[in-house]
Nanobody, 121 residues
């Protein structure tokens, strides 16, 4: 059993910053890719940022230069530092982690519970 718990988020004015955290715990042998997605009303969940186990990162064009994804492998935790926030960044942010529970099993994706981020203009 794997649990994925998010923290952070909240309400901030445009131009402000927020930091999201996402910690995985439970039956973990290894963690591969970790990522953040965001969902807004009427739209599909979109990928915001990813980071693989080796540290390489990828970002949606809309957040490049403003958001930074990082991970602490010792803590099984991924972070999303969001700077220069805009009203269009408003949404529910979900983390996703690819976890192998044993050396002989394939990775399975687990989602966090979601964190509301609201950016006021």
């Amino acid at each position: 059993q794997v649990q994925v718990v998010e923290s952070g988020g909240g309400l901030v004015q445009a131009g402000g910053s927020l930091r999201l955290s996402c910690a995985a715990s439970g039956s973990i042998f290894s963690i591969g890719a970790m990522g953040w997605y965001r969902q807004t009303p009427g739209k599909q969940r979109e990928l915001v940022a990813t980071i693989v186990s080796g540290g390489s990162t990828g970002y949606a064009d809309s957040v490049k230069g403003r958001f930074t994804i990082s991970r602490d492998n010792a803590k099984n935790t991924v972070y999303l530092q969001m700077n220069s926030l805009k009203p269009e960044d408003t949404g529910v942010y979900y983390c996703n982690v690819a976890v192998r529970s044993t050396p002989n099993t394939v990775a399975r994706n687990y989602w966090g519970q979601g964190s509301q981020v609201t950016v006021s203009s």
